[in-house]
Nanobody
Framework: VQLVESGGGLVQAGGSLRLSCAAS?????MGWFRQAPGKEREFVAA????????NYADSVKGRFTISRDNAKNSVYLQMNSMKPEDTALYYC??????????????????WGQGTQVTVSS
């Protein structure tokens, strides 16, 4: 499975961005993670294979929305009310099949290269 993220960029605090991730190959549950400079990579959001179940980090609940379009084999992350602390390299990932969406990195064997998101104050 190959993953290509897009949609990153520079945005002012309070603004919005929409990240996209296009996958080639069969996918299952998918997730978004992020890594800020000097910090470990952390879970952001995940969505089940059919889009019926989602999981969010507490830090983004109510601001970010994950969705997917299986016809396009793509997953999206709509980010609203953005904060400077959302600045990070954002990665999409495909989870091990036949499991509900999880927060654990080790459950995601396939990763994209990442797209940079910078939020200015």
């Amino acid at each position: 499975v190959q993953l290509v993220e897009s949609g990153g960029g520079l945005v002012q605090a309070g603004g919005s961005l929409r990240l996209s991730c296009a996958a080639s190959g069969r996918t299952s549950a998918m997730g978004w993670f992020r890594q800020a400079p000097g910090k470990e990579r952390e879970f952001v959001a995940a969505i089940g294979r059919n889009g019926g179940s989602t999981n969010y980090a507490d830090s983004v609940k109510g601001r970010f929305t994950i969705s997917r379009d299986n016809a396009k084999n793509s997953v999206y992350l709509q980010m609203n009310s953005m904060k400077p602390e959302d600045t990070a390299l954002y990665y999409c990932a495909v989870q091990i099949p036949w499991r509900p969406p999880t927060t654990r990195e080790n459950d995601y064997p396939y990763w994209g290269q990442g797209t940079q998101v910078t939020v200015s104050s």
